[in-house]
């Protein structure tokens, strides 16, 4: 069984550009979360989905960010027109159930914004 | 509220020294999850350790241990004789079983191991 997978591992943008990072949980998996870490700091969350449903975005920036999970395919969290403060590591997570506590995290999407 | 503090930012060992890395949460959930995970400078995040409200049980695995104490809402991990290898930021991070299951993540403690 594959982990979590995410891809690009790094990806590079210009000001102004959109970055889409996408996330592939582990199978059997239907909970993904998004997380943020800006450079020396912890992880912060952004996004929880269920397929098809975003259940908590509490910590998504109010614009230029969006996150999706489809019925088929990746979750993938889109940023629009990036800024040199978006760059940043994006970790997701994939649970099976909702009751347990367990996140299996994928390796990182390593953003960076020129 | 949920919160982890991890007050110490920066700690440097020499090699074969035990270390202990504090974290101390703070919840409102009766049932919740305490993890610590170490994240090396390839910067994946490695789990360590889960463990739940209800297992105050201290573990040990290999060089690495936890000390769970409620009374005083901590979750200790100590390295014993410690490698260059331990060389990473660890996290300590909460779950709490009514905020949806997102994770609470510490600042991190930077640990150095001097060879």
């Known amino acids: 069984n594959a982990g979590v997978m995410q891809n690009p591992r790094h990806l590079v943008r210009r000001r102004g550009q959109e970055a889409r990072l996408r996330c592939s949980p582990m199978?059997?998996?239907?909970?993904v979360y998004w997380y943020r870490q800006l450079p020396e700091e912890g992880l912060k969350f952004m996004v929880y989905?269920?397929?098809?449903?975003?259940?908590?975005e509490s910590g998504m920036p109010k614009e230029r960010f969006s996150a999706e999970f489809p019925k088929e395919g990746p979750s993938i969290l889109r940023i629009q027109q990036v800024v040199r403060g978006d760059s940043a590591a994006y970790f997701c997570?994939?649970?099976?159930?909702?009751?347990?506590?367990?996140?299996?995290f994928g390796p990182g999407t390593r953003l960076t914004v020129l | 509220a949920q919160k982890v503090t991890q007050a110490q930012t920066e700690i440097s060992v020499v090699e074969k020294e035990d270390v202990t890395l504090d974290c101390v949460y703070e919840t409102r959930d009766t049932t919740y999850y305490l993890f610590w995970y170490k994240q090396p400078p390839s910067g994946e995040l490695v789990f360590l350790i889960r463990?739940?409200?209800?297992?105050?049980q201290n573990e040990i695995s290999g060089r690495y241990s936890w000390n769970f104490q409620k009374s005083t809402s901590s979750f200790n991990f100590t390295i014993t004789a410690s490698q260059v290898v331990d060389s990473a930021v660890y996290f300590c991070a909460l779950s709490g079983q009514n905020t949806g299951n997102q994770f609470y993540f510490g600042t991190g403690t930077s640990l150095t191991v001097i060879p």
């Open positions: 463990r739940n409200s209800f297992d105050e």
């Open positions: 997570a994939s649970s099976e159930r909702l009751a347990d506590g367990e996140q299996f």
């Open positions: 199978k059997g998996h239907s909970h």
């Open positions: 989905l269920q397929k098809e449903n975003i259940i908590d």
